[in-house]
């Protein structure tokens, strides 16, 4: 007995699922960095190797950026100069311009002029240690 399909209509019905995945993973691929967890994977940047976030929490006021940012955690971290580290740990740039991830906010508060020549921030002479622990720290604010 013969079907009331169109010749090769099966092999256009077996493609279909194929070509939707396709198609789905197509049209995903450029919001993948969108999403609220930051990061280009849509997931949180990952715990700091080696970060102590209680010392890093601490650090932030021996080095006076309470005096420029608003940071949850910080007694008297209200200032108003540079954005509001709220939340932090859940973005996708630092300063736009780095992918948020452990090296590159390590990188950027141990040398923000290096990486974008004449922001506000200054070079405060964070050492790697501590520039870890604060790292650590500021990815804890979700």
Do not use: K
């Not at 949180?44 to 010392?55: K, L, Y």
């Not at 990486?115 to 622990?133: C, I």
């Amino acid at each position: 007995m013969r079907s009331a399909e169109p010749a090769g209509s099966g092999a256009r019905r077996a493609a279909a699922p194929a070509a939707l995945a396709v198609l789905c993973a197509l049209a995903a691929g450029p919001l993948a960095g969108c999403g609220a967890g930051g990061g280009r994977s849509g997931f949180p940047p990952p715990e700091v190797q080696g970060g102590d976030p209680a010392r890093g929490q601490r650090l932030i006021s021996v080095y006076g950026c309470s005096s420029c940012h608003t940071i949850p955690g910080v007694q008297g971290a209200e200032g108003t100069v540079g954005p509001p580290l709220t939340a932090f740990g859940r973005r996708s740039y630092i300063a736009g311009v780095l992918q948020n991830n452990a090296p590159n906010l390590q990188r950027w508060i141990r040398d923000p002029q290096g990486v974008v020549p004449g922001n506000a921030m200054p070079d405060l002479g964070v050492t790697e240690e501590d520039a870890r622990d604060i790292t650590a720290y500021l990815f804890t604010l979700r």
